[in-house]
Nanobody, 117 residues
């Protein structure tokens, strides 16, 4: 129900835009988020957006460089990543949870982002 895409190899300082296409249900009462997991590290939160209203929240490590947005007509959430650093290298996952819930119930399959120095 969540399909992530847009990863790739980019040089440090470059940009990528990830997409997360949602299907199979209405996500209007959900918050959508991006997480990432680097090799040997735990999965970490990157950014979140409420499907309704569009309020956003970012991890400190990406604030000012990454922008999360959504396109209601396309049922798609985006993560625009600018000024990429080698430490941004990870598999990026999109996820969804009910706005009032604690747990992310739906997860995409992940897309690899590699930033070379």
């Amino acid at each position: 129900q969540l399909q992530a895409s847009g990863g790739g190899l980019v040089q440090a300082g470059g940009s990528l835009r990830l997409s997360c296409a949602a299907s199979g249900r209405t996500f209007s009462n959900y918050a959508m988020a991006w997480f990432r997991q680097a090799p040997g590290k735990e999965r970490e939160f990157v950014a979140r957006i409420r499907w309704s209203g569009g309020s956003t929240y970012y991890a400190v490590s990406v604030k000012g460089r990454f922008t999360i947005s959504r396109d209601n007509a396309k049922n798609t959430v985006y993560l625009q990543m600018n000024s990429l650093k080698p430490e941004d290298t990870a598999v990026y996952y999109c996820a969804a949870k009910v706005v009032t819930g604690l747990e992310y119930l739906y997860w995409g399959q992940g897309t690899q982002v590699t930033v070379s120095s």
